[in-house]
């Protein structure tokens, strides 16, 4: 029978790898194009910064994907397709963008007139370029983080480090709602928005390009959502088996750490003291 974890890394490196070729693909059509708006240059380093964050997810071992579990591990897959469908439809707008020129090189067919359209789905892939590296590079380093406390390095340094990336993916969770709503809203717009009939086919795919936009979105909540739950399970503080006596205390708690640590306390059990000489009622007599 197949070992589901090995399936688990197999399937994320069989997305991974058509997602890199396809971005360098584009990346070198990017290259490629002399006289480009400047918006595409920015593009082009969303990329490269892309290939460095799937080139590590890539790398993450097996026993790590099974730690993050299968929320963590399907979002990841869904963010990586929906980056390399982004990429592949940029790819083939830019045939219909660009004309070659003697050189081999492409040339922008309309330099002096990108089209509003056109510039909104240039800004539309930057976005979403950056947003799955970012949610790629967290989930790389939530497994790099979470791999040191399996194998029994917990450090003070370490437990604050996880505390940084979970402060980190929250406000990445919420950077996202916003970005859900304002392109909703922008869906709106355009769905009752009077077109010119020579722009319905520009209008049309920006709106498709809103709607993988959305999916993606989605998908990264919901990893960074695991990330967190995940991370949570991790750093906190299990206290078991606690006993004490009447007017004790038990004082729990990490010394020299700043900031809040998640702990959890259970089993604690009170013995209440008797006075000298009164024999508590199950105590035997003499």
Do not use: Y
Not at 24 to 45: C, G, Q, S
Not at 162 to 184: H, P, T
């Amino acid at each position: 029978m197949a070992d589901p974890l090995s399936s688990t890394a197999a399937s994320i490196v069989s997305i991974t790898v058509p997602a890199l070729h396809g971005a360098r693909l584009l990346l070198n059509d990017l290259h490629n194009i002399v006289d480009a708006p400047k918006a595409i240059a920015t593009v082009k380093e969303d990329i490269q910064s892309v290939e460095i964050a799937l080139e590590g997810l890539k790398a993450v071992p097996s026993s790590e994907w099974d730690s993050l579990g299968e929320e963590v591990a399907n979002g990841s897959k869904l963010t990586v397709m929906t980056c390399a469908k982004a990429c592949e439809s940029f790819r083939q707008d830019l045939q219909q963008w660009t004309r070659h020129s003697g050189d081999g090189n492409l040339s922008w067919r309309d330099r002096a007139n990108v089209g509003f359209f056109k510039q909104e789905r240039i800004n539309l892939l930057s976005q979403q370029l950056r947003n799955c590296k970012a949610t790629v590079s967290m989930t790389v380093s939530i497994a790099t983080l979470h791999s040191s406390i399996r194998h029994g390095h917990t450090t003070e340094d370490l437990r604050d480090n996880i505390l940084k990336e979970d402060k980190g993916m929250a406000a990445a969770i919420a950077a996202r709602d916003v970005q859900i709503m304002e392109l909703q809203h922008r869906t709106r717009e355009l769905l009752v928005a009077d077109t010119p009939s020579d722009l319905g086919r520009d209008k049309a795919e920006l709106l498709d390009q809103i709607n993988q936009q959305l999916t993606a979105l989605a998908a990264s909540r919901k990893v960074l959502e695991g990330l967190i739950s995940k991370s949570r399970e991790r750093t906190l503080v299990k206290v078991t088996n606690v006993r004490m006596s009447e007017g004790g205390r038990v004082v729990a708690g990490l010394v020299n750490t700043q900031g809040n640590t998640p702990m959890h306390i259970s089993s604690l059990t009170l013995s209440k003291q008797h006075p000298a000489g009164n024999a508590s009622p199950g105590s035997p007599r003499a």
